[in-house]
């Protein structure tokens, strides 16, 4: 499990800039607060973003010469991401195949929101790493 990671404004906003995604249920806190949510919520897409950086704490592939991101399966965001609360992740492998100069490995990433019962994401990043 991955230590905890603040969602805070900014960094929803950053995200928003690169990616050209300004729905207000993200980037208006005070339009978001006269909603069910209370507030704004992340993109689902930031949540799944944050993979690589989570990945980094749990686990190291060594002996490679590069990794690539290969794509993502399953991807499910069953729950929002209220902004101003923490989240973590859990990754679990569950694949490992040969493929021609290394190998293919994918990996279960659990996300959760402190507080919340539900998962907030759900994916299988699939990766290749070669030699």
Not at 34 to 49: F, P
Not at 71 to 77: C, E, N, P
Not at 83 to 99: E, F, K, N, Q, S
Request: contains cysteine; proline residues 5%; charged residues 20%.
């Amino acid at each position: 499990m991955s230590d905890w990671l603040d969602v805070t404004q900014e960094d929803v906003d950053r995200f928003a800039e690169a990616t050209g995604d300004h729905q207000w249920i993200h980037v208006d806190p005070a339009r978001a607060a006269q909603t069910e949510l209370g507030g704004t919520i992340a993109h689902g897409l930031y949540t799944l973003s944050l993979g690589p950086r989570l990945n980094d704490e749990l686990f190291a592939l060594d002996g490679f010469a590069m990794g690539l991101n290969y794509g993502y399966d399953k991807v499910r965001f069953p729950a929002p991401v209220p902004v101003g609360i923490r989240i973590r992740m859990r990754a679990t492998l569950t694949a490992v195949d040969d493929v021609p100069g290394g190998v293919q490995i994918v990996v279960r990433q659990q996300f959760e929101a402190e507080g919340t019962a539900k998962p907030v994401c759900v994916a299988d990043a699939v990766s290749r790493w070669l030699v």
